[in-house]
């Protein structure tokens, strides 16, 4: 065959191997799309190396990440290999078209320098494909940012670092030693009583009175000097009728704290009355009830045998701060009837009042109140033959001071 039909021959097979090329080549672009996109591979499970024993590994990555992914590639299966050795001059346009640049950086290239028309590829052999320089090409397939070293950390359960690891020095557990020495066994500390003398005394009553049958006046006034222990009990009542005195007495006695709250007494009483004086010996207790109640129980005995008991309590009732509503009840019992003071055994009389006071100071209070007196028994029986109330029913107004 003739030299110029070689010509037009060498072009057509030189085409035909073209195109064979291309089609490899949009196969392969192909095949790597799809297998991208449709299932990623999933980053391999590494834990982070700690950044203290590696301090160039972030330099290096940073240095060639190129490489590292161009290495990862396989170009083997690419089709290289279609390329024939005898492959002519072709023009670049098309050589260009036909060879796919999809993963080429042609950022780094400079195409304005060296035009296509200029660039042979007659004498290139495509056999040696392999041989190429890609540094500069961008071959890495698109993927999905890289995770974190924390978030790879957590997902492979790695280790935790020096910086989240337990104190070099654990805290020793609690004992029953240093439970003792922190909390102590108190010591019973008695009650600390001083050797203060102090004095009190209280006007509970001085008023004055009136009901249907007239006027008078009455005091209940008690007091104490000592200590927090033992105390010098002063007492005294009495009530005036028709300008004289009708009773009143006079009470000393020792009294001993026989709790915070109770003292014991012990003592003397002294009657005064026209005809009809008396003196006794005083035994009783007095102190405060619970719920604030106070309340007094004394027992007095008498010559020939004659013993009375004297009962009494009130409460205070606060309305306001300084206004004060006291209710108080008094019982009186005899063991033996006492003509001379008109009495009878058993229950005598008793007593009940209501009073209302308003505290200036506290010391300084104005009241105002009712009062009912009763005798009851074989006393209102004696009373009713000497003509006399067996009740009355008092209107009273008075001061209530200490000091």
Same mark, same amino acid.
């Given at each position: 065959?003739?030299r110029?039909?070689?010509?037009?021959?060498?072009?057509?097979t030189?085409?035909?191997?073209?195109l064979?090329?291309a089609?490899?080549?949009?196969?392969?672009?192909?095949?790597a799309?799809?297998?991208?996109?449709?299932?990623?591979?999933?980053?391999p499970?590494?834990?982070p190396a700690?950044?203290?024993?590696?301090?160039?590994?972030?330099?290096?990555? &940073?240095?060639?990440? *190129?490489?590292?992914? %161009?290495?990862? !590639?396989? +170009? /083997?299966?690419?089709? =290289? @290999? #279609?390329?024939?050795?005898?492959?002519?001059?072709?023009?670049? &346009?098309?050589?260009? *078209?036909?060879?796919? %640049?999809?993963? !080429?950086d +042609? /950022?780094?290239?400079? =195409? @304005? #320098?060296?035009?296509?028309?200029?660039?042979?590829?007659?004498h290139?052999?495509?056999?040696?494909?392999?041989?190429?320089?890609?540094?500069g090409?961008?071959?890495?397939?698109?993927? #999905?940012?890289?995770?974190?070293?924390?978030?790879?950390a957590?997902?492979?359960?790695c280790?935790?670092?020096?910086?989240?690891?337990?104190?070099r020095?654990?805290?020793?557990?609690?004992?029953?030693?240093?439970?003792?020495?922190?909390?102590p066994?108190l010591?019973?500390?008695g009650?600390?009583?001083?050797?203060?003398?102090?004095?009190?005394?209280?006007?509970?009553?001085?008023?004055?009175?009136?009901?249907?049958?007239?006027s008078?006046?009455?005091?209940?006034?008690?007091?104490?000097?000592?200590?927090?222990?033992?105390?010098?009990?002063?007492?005294?009542?009495?009530?005036?009728?028709?300008?004289r005195?009708?009773?009143?007495?006079?009470e000393?006695?020792?009294?001993?704290?026989?709790?915070?709250?109770?003292?014991?007494?012990?003592?003397?009483?002294?009657?005064?009355?026209?005809?009809?004086?008396?003196?006794?010996?005083?035994?009783g207790?007095?102190?405060?009830?619970?719920?604030?109640?106070?309340?007094?129980?004394?027992?007095?005995?008498?010559?020939?045998?004659?013993?009375?008991?004297?009962?009494e309590?009130?409460?205070?009732?606060?309305?306001?701060?300084?206004?004060?509503?006291?209710?108080?009840?008094?019982?009186?019992?005899?063991?033996?009837?006492?003509?001379?003071?008109?009495?009878?055994?058993?229950?005598?009389?008793?007593?009940?009042?209501l009073?209302?006071?308003?505290?200036?100071?506290?010391?300084?209070?104005p009241?105002?109140?009712v009062?009912?007196?009763?005798?009851?028994?074989?006393?209102?029986?004696?009373?009713?033959?000497?003509?006399?109330?067996?009740?009355e029913?008092?209107?009273?107004?008075?001061?209530?001071?200490?000091?």
């Amino acid at each position: 065959m003739s030299r110029p039909h070689l010509a037009p021959l060498a072009q057509a097979t030189g085409l035909a191997l073209l195109l064979a090329h291309a089609a490899a080549q949009a196969q392969h672009v192909h095949t790597a799309d799809t297998d991208g996109g449709d299932a990623p591979t999933a980053a391999p499970c590494a834990c982070p190396a700690p950044a203290a024993t590696t301090p160039m590994a972030g330099a290096a990555e &940073a240095s060639q990440p *190129d490489t590292a992914m %161009h290495g990862a !590639m396989d +170009h /083997a299966a690419m089709g =290289h @290999a #279609a390329h024939a050795p005898t492959m002519q001059d072709t023009p670049a &346009a098309e050589h260009a *078209d036909a060879m796919s %640049h999809a993963h !080429m950086d +042609h /950022a780094t290239k400079d =195409h @304005a #320098a060296a035009p296509a028309s200029q660039v042979d590829h007659s004498h290139r052999a495509h056999h040696a494909h392999d041989g190429m320089h890609h540094d500069g090409m961008d071959h890495a397939m698109p993927t #999905a940012p890289a995770p974190t070293a924390t978030a790879t950390a957590t997902a492979c359960q790695c280790p935790a670092s020096a910086d989240t690891s337990l104190p070099r020095e654990p805290i020793p557990p609690i004992t029953d030693a240093d439970r003792a020495a922190a909390f102590p066994v108190l010591r019973d500390h008695g009650m600390a009583h001083g050797a203060a003398r102090t004095g009190y005394l209280l006007v509970d009553r001085l008023e004055g009175w009136d009901n249907a049958h007239g006027s008078g006046q009455a005091w209940e006034a008690r007091g104490w000097y000592g200590g927090d222990i033992d105390r010098l009990w002063l007492r005294s009542d009495g009530e005036r009728e028709g300008g004289r005195t009708t009773a009143s007495s006079l009470e000393l006695a020792y009294g001993r704290a026989i709790s915070p709250w109770w003292d014991m007494l012990i003592g003397a009483r002294q009657t005064f009355a026209p005809g009809r004086a008396r003196t006794s010996a005083a035994f009783g207790v007095q102190g405060m009830a619970p719920y604030k109640f106070e309340v007094s129980a004394l027992l007095y005995v008498g010559e020939g045998g004659h013993a009375n008991l004297h009962l009494e309590g009130e409460y205070d009732v606060l309305l306001t701060n300084r206004l004060i509503l006291q209710p108080r009840l008094e019982a009186e019992l005899a063991a033996r009837d006492d003509p001379a003071h008109r009495t009878g055994s058993g229950l005598t009389t008793v007593e009940g009042g209501l009073r209302l006071r308003y505290e200036v100071t506290r010391r300084f209070a104005p009241y105002v109140g009712v009062e009912h007196v009763r005798s009851v028994g074989d006393t209102a029986d004696l009373r009713r033959a000497e003509n006399q109330a067996v009740r009355e029913t008092r209107w009273v107004a008075g001061l209530r001071l200490w000091f």
